[in-house]
């Protein structure tokens, strides 16, 4: 017998009321969706509203503060650091000058010495190495072009000196052992070539005769003719 | 006439209703289930105010539907999950079923809605066009065809 509209209708419809969801699912389902939504809510208000904004500016202004305070010893330690490397550093600095002064005395005497490696950078390294008559030739010119590069400049600017009875001396960049100077003859002032630069300086008059001069800051004496 | 979004006075209203729409696609309470709270989900994420309960409701089974399409469209896309119109017996295993509602969950997916939209919600042709934004005709053919193959699948004439 063939099944009639209505009574397909009614069959599929209680077919649906069959599907019906439990009670436990309800309430799980029902928290998860409740839960959901106050995050949601929470997120809303925390992304709105001016008060919330002074309240952030106030409360990130304090550690500011405090974060300044703690950084403070930190600071006068990387300081205090800082002045000791630099300190080390210019120990350093004398301690090769003394070395290359002696270099070449030492490689004269065919002793075992320390032999420099000047960089381009001017910084010393040190090794034990056996003495080679051509690598302390080189060190030592090394180190009179590194001495006289550390002067010249004072020597080369300002060179022209004369003398309060007239005598022009032209200081040359060339060092003069303290032992050889004589007696202070004159304070007065060295200028340069063209006479734009000027500066205080001390002319002695050598033992062996001839004139040396120190500029003011140096101790250094500069042979003059 | 509810002009705000209660989540959980929407839930309690059309839980079962929105549960139903999901089981006659996904054919197993789990999935269903699934389905049912990703439907109200987007109203929590997207909240919205409805003209009236009806309109509540009628939203929230055009949701469901086109959420349990694509879940299914992305399931038989990845293979991870039988299509459940091939083999809706396996999860009504544990799920005693009768023969009609066996015969619902057997019927291709497109005529899904209509047939929950028309017998058991009782909407007529129109009313069903409109919801499902089609045309009359087309929801007028796929009630016809669908009640073919549910006549064919409970013995009675096609």
Same mark, same amino acid.
């Given at each position: 017998?063939?099944?009639?509209?209505?009574?397909?209708?009614?069959?599929?419809?209680?077919?649906?009321?069959?599907?019906? =969801?439990?009670?436990?699912?309800?309430? &799980?389902?029902?928290?998860?969706?409740?839960?959901? *939504?106050?995050?949601?809510?929470?997120?809303?208000?925390?992304?709105?509203?001016?008060?919330? &904004?002074?309240?952030?500016?106030?409360?990130?202004?304090?550690?500011? &503060?405090?974060?300044?305070?703690?950084?403070?010893?930190?600071?006068?330690?990387?300081?205090?650091?800082?002045?000791?490397?630099?300190?080390?550093?210019?120990?350093?600095?004398?301690?090769?000058?003394?070395? &290359?002064?002696?270099?070449?005395?030492? *490689?004269?005497? *065919?002793?075992?010495?320390?032999?420099?490696?000047?960089?381009?950078?001017? $910084?010393?390294?040190?090794?034990?190495?056996?003495?080679?008559?051509?690598?302390?030739?080189?060190? $030592?010119?090394? $180190?009179?072009?590194?001495?006289?590069?550390?002067? *010249?400049?004072?020597?080369?600017?300002?060179?022209?000196?004369?003398?309060?009875?007239?005598?022009?001396?032209?200081?040359? $960049?060339?060092?003069?052992?303290?032992?050889?100077?004589?007696?202070? =003859?004159?304070?007065?002032?060295?200028?340069?070539?063209?006479?734009?630069?000027?500066?205080?300086?001390?002319?002695?008059?050598?033992?062996?005769?001839?004139?040396?001069?120190?500029?003011?800051?140096?101790?250094?004496?500069?042979?003059?003719? | 006439?509810?002009?705000?979004?209660?989540?959980?006075?929407?839930?309690?209203?059309?839980?079962?209703?929105?549960?139903?729409?999901?089981?006659?696609? !996904?054919?197993? #309470?789990?999935?269903?289930?699934? #389905?049912?709270?990703?439907?109200? !989900?987007?109203?929590?994420?997207?909240?919205?105010?409805?003209?009236?309960?009806?309109?509540?409701?009628?939203?929230?089974?055009?949701?469901?539907?086109?959420?349990?399409?694509?879940? +299914?469209?992305?399931?038989?896309?990845?293979?991870?999950?039988?299509?459940?119109?091939?083999?809706?017996?396996?999860?009504?295993?544990?799920?005693?079923?009768?023969?009609? +509602?066996?015969?619902?969950?057997?019927?291709?997916?497109?005529?899904?809605?209509?047939?929950?939209?028309?017998?058991?919600?009782?909407?007529?042709?129109?009313?069903?066009?409109?919801? +499902?934004?089609?045309?009359?005709?087309?929801?007028?053919?796929?009630?016809?065809?669908?009640?073919?193959?549910?006549?064919?699948?409970?013995?009675?004439?096609?």
């Amino acid at each position: 017998m063939a099944m009639t509209d209505d009574q397909l209708a009614q069959q599929v419809h209680d077919a649906y009321e069959k599907i019906e =969801l439990s009670d436990d699912a309800q309430d &799980r389902m029902l928290a998860a969706l409740l839960a959901a *939504s106050d995050a949601k809510q929470a997120e809303q208000n925390a992304d709105r509203g001016p008060s919330t &904004r002074t309240t952030r500016g106030q409360v990130i202004q304090m550690p500011k &503060r405090s974060g300044l305070k703690r950084w403070m010893p930190i600071a006068a330690v990387l300081l205090a650091a800082l002045v000791v490397v630099q300190v080390g550093v210019l120990t350093v600095g004398n301690h090769s000058g003394e070395t &290359r002064a002696d270099i070449a005395p030492k *490689s004269e005497e *065919s002793m075992a010495a320390d032999s420099l490696d000047v960089n381009a950078s001017d $910084s010393v390294a040190f090794e034990t190495a056996a003495p080679q008559e051509g690598e302390a030739k080189a060190d $030592s010119v090394a $180190s009179e072009v590194a001495d006289s590069s550390e002067v *010249s400049a004072m020597v080369e600017d300002c060179p022209l000196i004369t003398l309060s009875d007239g005598t022009e001396l032209v200081a040359r $960049s060339e060092q003069v052992d303290v032992v050889e100077t004589g007696d202070l =003859l004159e304070e007065t002032t060295a200028r340069s070539v063209d006479g734009e630069q000027s500066v205080a300086c001390r002319v002695y008059e050598l033992v062996g005769g001839g004139y040396a001069v120190s500029y003011e800051g140096e101790e250094t004496y500069w042979l003059c003719d | 006439m509810p002009q705000t979004c209660d989540i959980e006075a929407i839930f309690r209203r059309h839980a079962q209703t929105v549960y139903r729409v999901c089981y006659s696609f !996904m054919g197993n #309470a789990a999935d269903a289930e699934d #389905a049912t709270q990703a439907t109200f !989900m987007k109203l929590v994420d997207h909240p919205r105010q409805f003209a009236s309960e009806q309109h509540e409701k009628a939203w929230l089974i055009v949701c469901a539907s086109n959420l349990c399409k694509d879940t +299914l469209k992305s399931a038989s896309r990845t293979r991870v999950v039988a299509m459940p119109e091939q083999e809706p017996a396996d999860t009504s295993a544990s799920e005693p079923l009768d023969a009609t +509602l066996d015969a619902v969950l057997r019927l291709p997916e497109k005529y899904k809605d209509v047939v929950y939209l028309h017998y058991y919600e009782g909407l007529k042709t129109d009313e069903i066009a409109r919801t +499902l934004d089609e045309k009359p005709s087309t929801v007028r053919n796929r009630l016809r065809d669908a009640r073919g193959l549910l006549r064919k699948a409970l013995g009675g004439e096609a």
